[in-house]
């Protein structure tokens, strides 16, 4: 994905509203970082960017003025800090490689805030299916795929909404 069609897909984030939190969990750098970090600074957002693979951690630590870059650990019991809730989360880490999507869908639930919104960048494979279906199982509504925008990439956005689920 380049640049544009990752300022294409950042348009679901209003500007000029105060206090968004945005959560951007990756395992490869892409220009989705830039893009956020720019967008969070120029509109004074709340951006937490966190890695599973520690040689990215530094090398993005260096790279990026972040305040809060962080090393994610996904076999954590709870992946909320400080009671800390996310208008935004996005997730360009490929959830095939995760020990139980369900159970990491889940974690992930609880630190989106009432209608917030999941944005998860995942390649373009008959797979999806499957995550689709994990989704709506773990209380997510609102679940489309947009597999028009990008080449090779489906973008499947879902929403968490106030008292539906667990």
């Known amino acids: 994905m380049n640049q544009e069609e990752y300022n294409k897909i950042l348009t ?3 500007e000029g509203f105060p206090s968004i939190e945005i959560f951007h969990l990756t395992d490869q750098h892409t220009s989705l970082i830039t893009a ?3 967008l969070a600074q120029i509109n004074r957002y709340g951006y937490d960017l966190e890695t599973i693979d520690s040689n990215l951690l530094a090398q993005l630590s260096t ?3 972040i305040p809060k870059i962080r090393l994610f650990d996904p076999n954590k019991a709870r992946y909320n800090r400080h009671a800390k809730l996310y208008d935004y989360l996005f997730l360009t880490v ?3 490689q995760m020990p139980d ?3 990491f869908l889940q974690k992930i639930y609880t630190i989106i805030k009432n209608g917030g919104k999941l ?3 995942y390649p373009d494979s008959k797979e999806s299916e499957a995550l689709l279906k994990n989704l709506e199982e773990k209380n997510f509504v609102a679940i489309n795929a947009i597999t028009d925008t990008i080449e090779g990439c489906q973008v499947i956005t879902a929403q968490k909404m106030h008292g539906w689920g667990s």
Do not use: A
Request: charged share 30%; no cysteine.
């Open 12 to 14: 679901i984030i209003p």
């Open 36 to 38: 956020l970090s720019e």
């Open 63 to 65: 790279e990026y003025q």
């Open 94 to 96: 490929d959830l095939r």
């Open 101 to 103: 999507q369900k159970l």
């Open 119 to 121: 944005l998860i960048f």
